[in-house]
Structures are given as structure tokens and as C-alpha cells.
């Protein structure tokens, strides 16, 4: 049992390029979510997933774009990456108890 | 306007001796809250919760406190170990009492010294 698994664990982009952050769960769970955590900001939500098929914005979605065709599968996709999106990416995946989410590891993302 | 907050970035404490930390929310509808704690380089993991018909929640050296009155929580871990040391996040759910979309607190340092 994985878990949680997101892919890569870092990246480096230049200004300007795209890319996608990888997140897959093997739990069965129905709900999935995108957070970023920056320095003195906690973590704070990007998007968010309560099945396949459906998606929708949270707290600071402007950039970037996600899709549920699975699942099993929650990939977050960075239009055109700006400095202001270095961060470290982390989903997560619930199952709808009060017992909370499953993280995966994190992505740090460096944008130059 | 921040729905949680933690208004103490860190907090440091000797091993053995109890560690408090706050958590402050503007909103009494919500249902449940949730502590998370985090190492570096690794994701949250969950801790605790409480359900807001509750005003304690005990798990083992962790214990969760709420108060509504003064929509205020604390998280009471005693002994204080060295591996306790993490940021600490209190986080609340958004909507209908279901989990599924967390928003958390700026979190709190804490460093327990051996």
C-alpha cells in the first residue's frame, strides 16, 4: 500500500514553461486535493477533487489547471510557470472522514 | 480573513515538560477540527481531531481541547519528547462537516531541547 505518491520530488523550471505534477493514491478515495506551502503562509489550497470528473478551485487556483479522469489520479498542470509558484506542492487524498487526509511527500518546485 | 490562526510562530520547551499550542477560528459552524504535524521534507500526517460537541479528545500523550465560547482550541502534548519536534498545523473543514477541503492554520514550530 503506497499511499500517497507524487512525482517528481523536485523540479526546476524556467520562466514560462509548463508542467504537470504528478499525484497518484491507491486508496480508493473519493476526494483529492492540490496544496501549496510557502514560508510563514501554511498551506494553502489550490484545487480540489470529490470524484472523477469533478474538480474545483480553492483559495489561490490562478495558474494552473487540474483534471480527474481517474480515481486514481489528481495531476496538477502549470500553464505557463511564473518565480511567484516556487513552492513546495503537496496532494493529498481522503476518503470524507473526520480522520483527515493522507499527504504525499511533496514536490519542491523551483521557478528561475 | 483567515478562518484559523495561529498566532505563535514557534514555541520551544524543555524534554518531559508540556507543550501548548493555540489555534483561534472565526467561524462556529464548523463541525470538526484537526491537528496535523508535519517534519521536514515530509507531508502532514494527522494527529488528532475533535468534534465540536466535544470540548476534550484525548490520544494517548496528545490532547486536543476546545472552546467554544471562545472559538479556541489547543493541542496539549505531555511529555514533551525530542521527536515531537515538527510544525504543528490546526485545520478546519469547509464545508458540511465533511473533510474534503481543509483550510489550515499558518502552523506553529515547536522544538523540544533533550
Known amino acids: 500500500n503506497a499511499g500517497v505518491t507524487q512525482t517528481p520530488k523536485f523540479q526546476v523550471l524556467k520562466t514560462g514553461q509548463s508542467m504537470t505534477l504528478q499525484c497518484a493514491q491507491d486508496?480508493?478515495?473519493?476526494?483529492m486535493s492540490w496544496y501549496r506551502q510557502d514560508p510563514g503562509m501554511g498551506l494553502r489550497l489550490i484545487h480540489y477533487?470529490?470524484?472523477?470528473?469533478?474538480?474545483d478551485q480553492g483559495e489561490v487556483p490562478n495558474g494552473y489547471n487540474v483534471s480527474r479522469s481517474t480515481t486514481e489520479d489528481f495531476p496538477l498542470r502549470l500553464l505557463s510557470a511564473a518565480p511567484s509558484q516556487t513552492s513546495v506542492y503537496f496532494c493529498?487524498?481522503?476518503?470524507?472522514?473526520?480522520?483527515?487526509?493522507?499527504f504525499g511527500s511533496g514536490t519542491r518546485l523551483t521557478v528561475v | 480573513d483567515q478562518q484559523v490562526k495561529q498566532n505563535s510562530p514557534s514555541l520551544s520547551v524543555q524534554e518531559g515538560r508540556i507543550s501548548i499550542l493555540n489555534c483561534d477560528y472565526t467561524?462556529?459552524?464548523?463541525?470538526?477540527f484537526l491537528w496535523y504535524k508535519k517534519y521536514p521534507a515530509e507531508g502532514p500526517t494527522f494527529l488528532i481531531s475533535?468534534?465540536?460537541?466535544?470540548d476534550k479528545n484525548e490520544d494517548g500523550r496528545f490532547t486536543v481541547f476546545l472552546n467554544k465560547s471562545a472559538k479556541h482550541l489547543s493541542l496539549h502534548i505531555v511529555p514533551s519528547q525530542p521527536g515531537d519536534s515538527a510544525v504543528y498545523f490546526c485545520?478546519?473543514?469547509?464545508?458540511?462537516?465533511?473533510?474534503?477541503?481543509?483550510?489550515f492554520g499558518k502552523g506553529t514550530l515547536l522544538t523540544v531541547n533533550p
Open positions: 493529498a487524498s481522503s476518503p470524507g472522514t473526520v480522520y483527515g487526509y493522507t
Open positions: 486508496m480508493n478515495h473519493e476526494y
Open positions: 477533487s470529490v470524484g472523477a470528473g469533478i474538480t
Open positions: 467561524n462556529s459552524m464548523f463541525d470538526y
Open positions: 475533535i468534534s465540536s460537541i466535544k
Open positions: 485545520a478546519v473543514p469547509n464545508s458540511g462537516g465533511s473533510n474534503y477541503k481543509l483550510t
